[in-house]
């Protein structure tokens, strides 16, 4: 620990915070539950929204960061979700994650093999530009922020034989989240700006459409409990590819933060059509760590 | 048709009738009593805590008690005004920073737990006092 602080110290110096470093660096001081969780791509959100929060329970005053582990059982895929966030002084947020898209036996089907998996690594930076989705209770003010996800894919051949552009692409968003605490309700609405075809999963642009694209994202979540929170969240998408139809992902979740330190979510999602398979709705479960 | 074309009016009715007829954060608190309760149990709960409990060393606890009481009666709409210095004043000095605020944030909420007030009750006394935060922490 002591080397560590040595160096943020450091940092803290030279990029001018003037924030304390010693163990009040790491305290997780911000109430439970309102973190959010880490979305598909490692942003915090919900589990497919990036919110404006920013992740992990540092205050202004502290860092947070977790990581989470997601897995999504489809009809026909399955899709995993491996990656880490990094939240500074409820700042700014630095997110990783790995996902991981196996074809399982429709790869056969589709020529790619079986088991043939799409990857995709996404490295995420969100930036809070202001409000606070707690304090701000007196006013219609939402937490508003603004974020970028870099994102690559190593299937460069195959994106391009089914008509993607690009295996590289950056998604940018707008984020504005309020909490309604007196309606124990929180609201998001996101816009990104987005060229990538399932997620990214299956490349960036395509025959139909090659360029960036407005889409809409929205999330609610009804806070049952300090540590229980359900609701649902819908995801448009671009629809880029001739070979393969693209809609909108929505979902069902229900969120449980045991404590600070360890948070589970189960969601039903409907990822609709996915390389002309049909109807690819599933279960989604999340475990995720951190302070 | 004719059951929807006597509902339609029976239903506006209740719409603009409902507001006048809910219970007031005070009332839902379990009014005077309630907040009593929650006053003793809350400032068990500050003292208690290791992360703020010295904040209250140069604090006479018989006026805060006074103070808090009539603070929550006053914003939970009760029957009483609450005549003590400003928020902002009251925390003069004691360069608190967010981590404390929010540290006897999760004390009034086990206070309430234990109070018996319902989570979404405590949601709403929450939002009252969370642009507080504002004035409170200078850190």
Excluded at chain 2, 50 to 58: A, C, Q, S, V, W
Aim: proline residues 3%; contains cysteine; hydrophobic residues 45%.
């Amino acid at each position: 620990m002591r080397p560590l602080l040595k160096i943020l110290s450091v940092i803290a110096c030279l990029t001018g915070i003037d924030a304390p470093v010693s163990a009040q660096l790491f305290e997780s001081g911000r109430l439970l539950a309102t973190t959010g969780v880490n979305q598909l791509e490692g942003a915090g959100g919900g589990g497919l929204v990036p919110w404006a929060l920013i992740t992990g329970y540092g205050t202004r005053d502290a860092i947070g960061g977790n990581v989470h582990g997601t897995y999504v059982w489809l009809p026909n895929f399955t899709l995993g979700s491996a990656g880490a966030a990094i939240g500074l002084y409820d700042r700014v947020e630095l997110s990783y994650a790995h996902e991981t898209f196996d074809t399982r036996t429709t790869g056969g089907k589709l020529g790619l093999g079986n088991g043939y998996a799409f990857n995709e690594d996404v490295v995420g930076l969100k930036l809070r530009v202001f409000g606070n989705v707690v304090y701000d209770q007196d006013s219609w003010m939402p937490q508003v922020a603004v974020g970028a996800q870099f994102k690559s894919t190593d299937n460069h051949a195959i994106l391009h034989a089914i008509g993607a552009k690009s295996s590289k692409g950056v998604d940018m968003y707008l984020a504005a989240t309020k909490l309604f605490l007196e309606e124990s309700l929180l609201l998001d609405a996101t816009v990104r700006l987005t060229k990538a075809n399932q997620f990214g999963l299956l490349g960036f642009g395509g025959d139909r459409n090659g360029g960036y694209s407005f889409e809409f994202e929205g999330s609610a979540a009804y806070l049952i409990s300090r540590q229980i929170a359900i609701g649902a969240e819908v995801r448009t998408k671009p629809d880029n590819l001739s070979f393969a139809k693209e809609g909108t992902a929505v979902d069902v979740f229900a969120a449980y933060f045991l404590t600070k330190n360890l948070s589970t979510t189960v969601a039903y999602v409907g990822l609709g059509d996915i390389a002309r398979q049909k109807g690819q709705n599933g279960v989604y479960v999340s475990l995720q760590a951190g302070f | 048709m004719a059951h929807w074309i006597i509902a339609f009016p029976a239903i506006a009715f209740l719409l603009v009738a409902a507001p006048e007829a809910k219970a007031t954060l005070y009332d839902d608190m379990g009014g005077k009593e309630g907040i009593d309760r929650l006053v003793d149990n809350s400032i068990k709960s500050f003292l208690a805590d290791p992360r703020i409990g010295k904040t209250f060393d140069d604090t006479n606890m018989v006026r805060f008690r006074t103070m808090l009481t009539a603070q929550f009666c006053h914003i939970a709409d009760g029957p009483c005004k609450y005549n003590g210095h400003s928020m902002a004043v009251a925390h003069r000095g004691l360069a608190l920073r967010q981590v404390d605020f929010n540290a006897l944030a999760e004390d009034l909420q086990s206070a309430m737990d234990v109070s018996g007030i319902p989570f979404r009750t405590q949601n709403r006394l929450l939002a009252l006092l969370a642009p507080m935060q504002r004035d409170v922490v200078t850190k």
